[in-house]
């Protein structure tokens, strides 16, 4: 059982590129997330999505668009990056995404520097 | 909107020492409240939850009451280990009677790191 995967591990890009990040689960949750990670700040919420179709944003959404066409797969992306989005980025499922009650499962994270 | 709030850190302690990592919250109604660990170069894991009032989590050695009074749910360790050293984030999930927005998300504190020497 893989749990939530992600792709890359790491990535440098310069700044006004795109890309895309990867997230997958195998565990038939139906909420997704993603969240950033940086110093001091703890995590924040980028977007998320209770289902396939059915995405929304979080706290922190600027720069960022996501889809859902599966309930397997939850891709990030980055339209045009810039070094404010050098940070670590994990992806998390849960299954009771509904009631707030369901522990949510952490990918190993996405370091990535804009430069 | 919600809100969490954990102590100052680092926090640099001695094998076999008490630890007590501090957590404050802000929400409506009352929320579940979990602790998670992050252990060097890893994603977050769970580590404990409370659901409701006056519930006590635990696991590994480590506990966390939910208290309602002093919005409160400090983690807590009779007796550390060099294993234990991480980073430590307080969270919260929105009661489910929150509004239709409260999907399961996160908010979590700004992680307090753990250093445990030999």
């Known amino acids: 059982n893989a749990g939530v995967t992600q792709t890359p591990k790491f990535q440098v890009l310069k700044t006004g590129q795109s890309m895309t990040l990867q997230c997958a689960q195998d565990?038939?949750?139906?909420?997704m997330s993603w969240y950033r990670q940086d110093p001091g700040m703890g995590l924040r919420l980028i977007h998320y999505s209770v289902g396939a179709g059915i995405t929304d944003q979080g706290e922190v959404p600027n720069g960022y668009n996501v889809s859902r066409s599966t309930t397997e797969d939850f891709p990030l992306r980055l339209l045009s990056a810039a070094p404010s989005q050098t940070s670590v980025y994990f992806c998390a499922s849960s299954r009771h995404g509904t009631s707030g009650r369901g522990e949510q499962y952490f990918g190993p994270g996405t370091r990535l520097t804009v430069t | 909107g919600d809100s969490v709030t954990q102590m100052e850190g680092p926090v640099t302690l001695s094998e076999e020492a008490f630890l007590t990592i501090n957590c404050t919250y802000t929400a409506t109604g009352y929320p579940s409240l979990f602790w998670y660990v992050q252990y060097p170069g890893e994603g977050l894991q769970l580590l404990l939850k409370a659901t409701k009032a006056d519930d006590k989590g635990s696991n590994k050695g480590f506990e966390a009451t939910y208290r309602k009074e002093t919005t409160s749910f400090h983690l807590e360790k009779g007796s550390v280990q060099v294993s234990d050293s991480a980073v430590y984030f307080c969270?919260?999930?929105?009661?489910?009677?929150?509004?239709?927005?409260?999907?399961?998300?996160?908010?979590f504190g700004q992680g307090t790191i753990l250093t445990v020497h030999p």
């Open positions: 969270a919260l999930s929105a009661a489910a009677n929150a509004g239709g927005t409260s999907y399961g998300k996160l908010t």
């Open positions: 565990m038939n949750h139906e909420y």
